[in-house]
């Protein structure tokens, strides 16, 4: 069976499915996807999706929340899945979605943040990636709030901005999905986010 | 001190080889927008890699230069498909080529183009490098057993190359240094359901459930064995449903009283499978409900789900939308 990727650039390197969500990303925003082929990209993003319900970068690699977005999100600006599968009371979902909700809803650690893996510690960008993916599905309800919000704050910098791990210096990629992690959790003060493009709405749609 | 290490201490530009070569600025246009403010070194040595870039000069001096540039900058991938091309030119002794990147690997092993390039190696010398590659992210292990980028490196070696042999052992052995990597309970699914030496999943799947139950009963807080005991099953719900094992398994868990949340999830997943409960289940199940609750005539279902609302409040909600979406006949 021929497995198709995407690679960062022409001239060689790794192939995975943050390349694959990429290509969805740039074909979506010019809605022209004469450079992807989205049925070999679909039987890919699905051979990604583990024993256990997430998805990892490749087949066979452990789920991973950031290649569980990518997977989710690419099927989603494909047009592969429906918004909110969650409350579509179909069972012919091309994957696995109660097994990924099992598996994404035990994201959220005992302080609140969110891992990015089983048994890791809990990482500010994870409450892009999980929090995102549980968006795209119409899960948003099962995230605790407060303690997400709570842990995301202890990662926030008195220089300003959001670090990794509580106590550490920031920098800009924590710093943006800290943020759209706020935008999920639909603060007031910040704008609401198109999920799968991971900007703003006004920025996907214009104003 | 070798003698790459003193080259290293005279500026390029002050090294007679070099003298009969222009070096070529960065170009960041007439107004640039925060200009890195790079080290002298730094400046130097990548205006002379432009040089041999640019007039594709593919040498010895050239592959000097690379790895100088490498070690200011291994995240700048155009010096390493320089390289690369460069090591081809030549003809390279490939094998002094993975001493190279494992050097830089050491200091970076969460860079992308150094595993790379590592795999570039690998095709390259081909099924003489399953050793050294198994090995080499034995070692990157050793020092974070959960490296993403080792792990990915590692199944490529083992699918494209082969050197399956001793991977369920090393599973096993990361396992019990650490029975909560969820990174060696992966290894392990991938090696039962993909070693051309073990017979598949349908062959395995008796002695992994056994190995699996002993971890879960040594830590039943471990959510690893759980998802990995569940996958043993892949799509087989009814056969999953049925094993008096898993059952049996969550049973004795419960009966603890402790650490019960999977156990409890494990059993609502059973009866949302077709798993038919007797009594000794409700009975332990009911042990766990808070004091103040009284008897009710609720389905298993429905009473673990309130149970887990109580226990798990994280997943309150989740755990309440479950109870609504019950299978309609639940005992």
New interface residues.
Partial sequence: MHIVSYMP?H????A?LRFVYCAAAISYMLNDWSGVDKEKAKGYILNCQ????GF???P?????GGATYCALASLRLMGFIEDDLLSKRTSSSII?TPML???I??R?T?G?GFQG????PADTCYGFWVGGVLKILG?G??V?KE?LRDSLLTCQSQYGGFSKFPGQLPELYHSYYGFTAFSLLEVPSLNNLCVELGITDRAAQGP | MDSNEEEQKIPVSQRPEWADVKPVPQDDGPRPVVPIAYTEEFRETMDYFRAVYVSDERSPRSLQLTSEAIHLNPGNYTVWHFRRAVLEALNADLHEELDFVENVAKENSKNYQIWHHRRWLAEKLGTGAIVKELEFTKNILSLDAKNYHAWSHRQWVLKALGGWEDELEYCHQLLTDDVFNNSAWNQRYFVVTGSPLLGGLDAMRDSEVDYTIEAIIAHPENESPWRYLRGLYKQDMKTWANDPRISSLCLKVLSTKTRCIFALSTLLDLICSGFQPGPEFKAAVDDLQASDTGPSDSGLGETICSVLERIDPLRVNYWTWRKSHLPSVTV
Avoid at chain 1, 60 to 64: D, I, K, R
Avoid at chain 1, 117 to 120: E, H, P, V
């Fill in positions: 650039i001239i060689g390197a790794e995975d583990s024993y256990d319900g990892g970068l490749c066979g690699l452990e789920s991973h696995n909700l099992e598996w809803v035990q959220q005992v609140g893996r089983l048994n890791k899960g309800k099962f605790d303690s």
